[in-house]
C-alpha cells in the first residue's frame, strides 16, 4: 500500500504476531491476536485487516497509515475494497521529503502567526480564527475537511484550514495543511507548513482545486522527531492527491508517540502587516467532520479534555467568529467574515 520500499523509511519496522490482544476503541479490529508495531511505536491489532485480504508485506509497507486503514474499515467509513484501494495509492504514492525554510516570506505570501498554544494567552492582531485540541498522548489524526467558500478576499489576508502539531515541553507549535496565500486565488488551495522555526512557502506547489475537491480526508503523522506528515486524500475515490513529509527540524521537541504533544485544528483568516477586521473578507461554511486521533490503545473520535473549543482570540477577532454547527469536538462548520 504505499508504493515504497518494503521497510518505512526512517526506522525497521517489526510485525508481531502475539498472543494477546490489544485494546481496540469503537469497534476496532479485535479478531485474534495479530499484532503491528509501526516504527513510530504505535501498536495496532491487525487481525481483521488480515482476514479482510491485506497482508503482512503490505502492512509492512504501509507503516504509519496501518492505523488510518484500521480505522476506516473498522468503523465502516470505507468499504474494505475502498480501504485497499486507497491502500494500493498509498503505495504508489511514497512520501516526497520536503524541508521547512528560514528567513523572510516570499513577497505578497500571508501566513498564518499562531497558535498561541492551548493554556497560554493566545495570539492577537493576526486575524481571527476557531481551534481544537485533541489532548496529549495522541500521535495520528484523520478527518475530513470542507474548504470554506471565500465570497471576497483581501490581497493581505489569507485562508487556512489546517491541522498542527503542539509541543508542551517547549510550548510551541506547527500548522500543517492546507491555505490561500494572500497572492493567490482564493479557487486555489495550497499545502503548507509553518512555525517559528521555518514554514513550507505555499507557492511551491501541492495544488488543489476547490471546484474538482471541495472536500478532501487529512491524516497527519508523527514520523520521526524532526517530520511532520501530511497526506491529501479524495474521499470520493479514495486516491491519494499528496503525501510530503515535512522536514521541520529538532527544536520544537516533538516525539513520535504523542506523550507530550496535542495534535490541533484550525480555520482563519490570518493576517500579517496589521490587523483589519473590516476589509471584506470571508471565509463560508468551511467545516471538518469525523475527526479521530490515535494511539497504542486504538483509536477514538476527538473529545474534550477540559479546554473549550471556539474562536480566538480577542473579543473583536471572536466577533467575527460564527458557530454554524458544532458536535462534540470532532465536528464544525464554521465562517469567519471580516465585514
Known sequence: MRGRRRFHRYAAVSLVVAAFSVASPLGAHAQGSAVYVTS???????????????????????????????????????????????????????PKLVSAQTGPLPSGVVLPSFPAGPLTSCSSGTGAYYDVYTGTGWNEATAYTTMGDSTSKSSSDGFYDSLGLWSTTNNVGADIGLGTPGSGSSATWTMYENGP???????????????????????????????????????????????????????????????????????????????????????????????????????????????????????????????????????????????
Open 40 to 94: 513510530n511505536g504505535t501498536t495496532v491489532n491487525v487481525a481483521g485487516l488480515l482476514a479482510d485480504g491485506f497482508t503482512m508485506e503490505e502492512l509492512r509497507s504501509l507503516d504509519l497509515q496501518v492505523p488510518m486503514i484500521n480505522m476506516l474499515v473498522s468503523s465502516g467509513t470505507a468499504t474494505v475494497a475502498q480501504a485497499q484501494h486507497l491502500a494500493q495509492s498509498l503505495l504508489a504514492t511514497p
Open 197 to 339: 522555526y521555518g514554514h513550507w512557502d505555499p507557492s511551491s506547489g501541492y495544488t488543489i482545486s476547490q471546484a474538482t475537491y471541495p472536500e478532501v480526508y487529512l491524516e497527519l503523522t508523527i514520523p520521526t522527531t524532526s517530520y511532520l506528515g501530511i497526506t491529501v486524500i479524495d474521499p470520493t475515490t479514495w486516491t491519494v492527491l499528496y503525501n510530503p513529509d515535512v522536514y521541520v527540524g529538532t527544536s520544537y521537541g516533538f516525539t513520535t508517540s504523542g506523550a507530550n504533544e496535542e495534535i490541533y485544528r484550525f480555520d482563519s483568516i490570518a493576517q500579517n502587516g496589521g490587523e483589519d477586521l473590516t476589509d471584506g473578507s470571508s471565509l463560508t461554511e468551511q467545516s471538518w467532520t469525523h475527526e479521530y486521533e490515535y494511539n497504542s490503545n486504538g483509536y477514538q473520535l476527538v473529545t474534550s479534555y477540559g479546554r473549550e473549543a471556539g474562536p480566538e482570540c480577542t473579543a473583536a477577532e471572536k466577533a467575527t467568529v460564527s458557530v454554524n454547527s458544532y458536535t462534540a469536538w470532532y465536528d464544525s462548520n464554521i465562517s469567519v467574515s471580516y465585514s
